[in-house]
T-cell receptor, first 114, second 118 residues
Framework: DSGVTQTPKHLITATGQRVTLRCSPR?????VYWYQQSLDQGLQFLIQ???????AKGNILERFSAQQFPDLHSELNLSSLELGDSALYFC?????????????FGDGTRLSIL | AQTVTQSQPEMSVQEAETVTLSCTYD???????LFWYKQPPSRQMILVIR??????QNATENRFSVNFQKAAKSFSLKISDSQLGDAAMYFC???????????????FGAGTQVVVTP
């Protein structure tokens, strides 16, 4: 158990819909990362938050947004969903974003768009 | 931008034998970290081992060890005494040192599928 909790584990929805993925980091971790794993794109970094502030952005679509709340949990919002958004979405956390401390991953949320 | 290349889509190994997975990366930075993550069929991402670029000594974690060749930008993973539970997808990942734009994001390779046969 990595200590990172992601909910829900599975999500099935239709094109055009909006979903919210939730992540609770490990106790003591201030940094939260979101990654997308798809068959064609592999594992891609989406966005990172540190102590409530956005720190780095990767290949995140404009239809996607995220935030980190004062209690440090994070949410990834995906809107106007397309078939290509079907993927495994991982949240990871680390103590900070700059030391040698590794990122620990949650079990992921599998999103299926029908 | 950094790139991570894993040139072996799949590697097969017999139980108790040794297998080596290759990883090369491209960077102009001198301060960075390298990781190997394991993803079993359960799809979890499990940290296997990590290496700081400033350390010359190769990291070791039980049956897992790395061969870090900084000049060659190579970071291979050796799995000794392979077990059935080692069967998984293995990802090599690069993380920059302190930078203002990447701030700790992981750049992953495409992965190598390890098949362990009895």
């Amino acid at each position: 158990d990595s200590g990172v909790t992601q909910t829900p584990k599975h999500l099935i929805t239709a094109t055009g819909q909006r979903v919210t993925l939730r992540c609770s980091p490990r106790s003591g971790d201030l940094s939260v990362y979101w990654y997308q794993q798809s068959l064609d794109q592999g594992l891609q970094f989406l966005i990172q938050y540190y102590n409530g502030e956005e720190r780095a952005k990767g290949n995140i679509l404009e239809r996607f947004s995220a935030q980190q709340f004062p209690d440090l949990h994070s949410e990834l919002n995906l809107s106007s969903l397309e078939l290509g958004d079907s993927a495994l979405y991982f949240c990871a956390s680390s103590v900070d974003g700059y030391s040698n401390q590794p990122q620990h991953f949650g079990d992921g949320t599998r999103l299926s768009i029908l | 931008a950094q790139t991570v290349t894993q040139s072996q889509p799949e590697m097969s190994v017999q139980e108790a034998e040794t297998v080596t997975l290759s990883c090369t990366y491209d960077t102009s930075e001198s301060d960075y970290y390298l990781f190997w993550y394991k993803q079993p069929p359960s799809r979890q991402m499990i940290l296997v081992i990590r290496q700081e670029a400033y350390k010359q000594q190769n990291a070791t974690e039980n049956r897992f060890s790395v061969n870090f060749q900084k000049a060659a930008k190579s970071f291979s993973l050796k799995i000794s005494d392979s077990q059935l539970g080692d069967a998984a997808m293995y990802f090599c990942a690069y993380r920059s040192g302190v930078t203002t734009d990447s701030w700790g994001k992981l750049q992953f390779g495409a992965g190598t599928q390890v098949v362990v046969t009895p």
